[in-house]
């Protein structure tokens, strides 16, 4: 196969998969990325099968008013090659030679009866351009119910914000490097960045790119990170020389920022996922951060905690992940009602467990990618109900919209995602 064949072949299985098998995203791309020997190869399809993902309403628009038959259960391999072509053509490839492949593609994944009918469709797409849809009708029903009753006001332009590509955030390693000196780096390299001037480490490219051609990135000057994530360094904010605990720790991109922001911290990664943690000690070598990372579970401190109180504590807890939906549209496809009173209930075991750890007069952040009120505002109520020597300290607007216990942001603010943050102080 060649001419990019390969590559949309692949597309098409990875979307399958993760449209009708139920394997997550990152679990496909992980297993169908590797086959394909070109870089760029592999960069296309993940470009193709998120904008995919990403159109799905508009995609799932044009196949529903435009084929002949309803495609049905059973013709789930061609509705994925179907996404691939049609997601070409948003992203903006060259029309010829992405139908072509599409077309090609579709022969070798044994569907050649069906070519005709393929090129047929995308050939309509290429003409009219995509059917507009409401981004809000590929969340689950439950979801989108709630999203309207936690945030009835900004429901709208959340729905409408997840289906977009966000920029990519940079974080530069400010024990190596600048943020000045990285972005005379950048546009030697050729590649256009902002900074932000609220964040102090971030810069902003409106384009993605592999990060193997970001200067620097294999020496550690750099990491990825959206802007929202690189706010809890702000707000945690822990002193010279703190003791300091992330207990939800991998892969490790905040403790790394408190690390690189203050090298005198004294700091404990946990996560209670080995290979996640495997990962986390991998991206400390690369940015040549001494943290201590360990595989713990953190609501279990009498199996890792030698009694020592810690000054700052950051749970960034599992949750929904609602709130990264640009990032990780199978999000959608996978989240069930039912698991969000489990993560609520991990998100108050951590919160429980943990905050005896803290010495008096010290810090918690807790934060979560989420937008849904239970996981967030309505948590930390609970949390102070229960707990008389926790106070909320209010942070400032950069943090989102004051909820009177923590603030909230909503997915492309400012190019950011959507994230919760409430910072907790030990009376
Ligand atoms: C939102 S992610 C953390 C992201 C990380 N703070 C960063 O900035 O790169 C949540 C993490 O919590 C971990 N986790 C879930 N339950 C845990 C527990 N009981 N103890 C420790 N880690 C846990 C998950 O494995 C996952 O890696």
Request: glycine content about 8%; some cysteine; charged content about 25%.
């Amino acid at each position: 196969m060649s001419d990019g064949v390969a590559a949309r072949a692949a597309a098409a299985r990875t979307l399958d998969e993760v449209l009708h098998r139920g394997r997550s995203l990152k679990s496909a791309l992980a297993g169908g990325l590797p086959a394909l020997d070109d870089a760029r190869d592999r960069a296309l399809v993940e470009a193709i099968v998120l904008t995919a993902l990403r159109q799905r309403a508009r995609c799932n628009a044009a196949l529903d008013g435009w084929m002949a038959r309803p495609l049905g259960r059973r013709d789930g391999a061609l509705r994925a090659l179907l996404l691939v072509g049609l997601a070409q053509l948003e992203l903006g490839l060259p029309a010829h030679a992405a139908l072509a492949a599409t077309v090609d593609a579709a022969r070798a994944l044994g569907r050649t009866h069906q070519a005709g009918m393929v090129n047929a469709l995308l050939r309509r797409a290429q003409r009219e351009g995509l059917p507009p849809a409401a981004p809000e009708a590929v969340w689950p029903a439950w979801l989108a119910r709630q999203v309207h009753t936690d945030w009835p006001q900004q429901a709208e332009a959340i729905f409408a914000e997840s289906a977009n590509t966000p920029p990519l955030w940079l974080r530069v390693n400010r024990r190596w490097i600048t943020r000045d000196d990285y972005l005379v780096l950048l546009a030697d390299a050729g590649i256009a960045a902002q900074p932000c001037p609220e964040l102090a480490d971030a810069l902003r490219l409106e384009t993605a790119l592999p990060v193997a051609q970001l200067p620097g990135f294999d020496a550690g000057l750099v990491s990825v990170q959206d802007g929202a994530a690189q706010a809890v360094a702000d707000a945690l904010a822990p002193p010279a020389g703190a003791r300091m605990l992330d207990a939800c720790a991998a892969p490790g991109g905040k403790a790394s920022h408190l690390a690189e922001r203050e090298g005198s911290l004294r700091i404990t990664a946990l996560d209670v996922d080995a290979r996640r943690v495997r990962r986390m000690q991998e991206a400390f070598t690369r940015l040549r951060l001494e943290i201590d990372a360990r595989v713990a579970d953190a609501t279990r401190p009498d199996a890792w905690w030698d009694g020592a109180p810690f000054d700052a504590i950051l749970i960034d807890a599992p949750c929904s992940a609602t709130g990264i939906v640009r990032r990780q549209p199978d999000v959608l496809l996978h989240r069930r009602a039912e698991d969000i009173a489990a993560l609520c209930a991990t998100q108050a075991r951590l919160l429980d467990a943990l905050w005896p750890l803290l010495a008096p007069g010290g810090t918690l952040v807790y934060a979560t990618c989420s937008l849904l009120r239970a996981e967030n505002a309505l948590q930390v109520e609970a949390f102070l109900a229960r707990t008389p020597d926790a106070a909320c300290v209010p942070l400032d607007a950069r943090f989102g919209i004051d909820t009177g216990s923590g603030h909230q942001r909503f997915p492309g603010q400012q190019g950011r995602d959507g994230f919760f943050c409430a910072r907790l102080r030990k009376t």
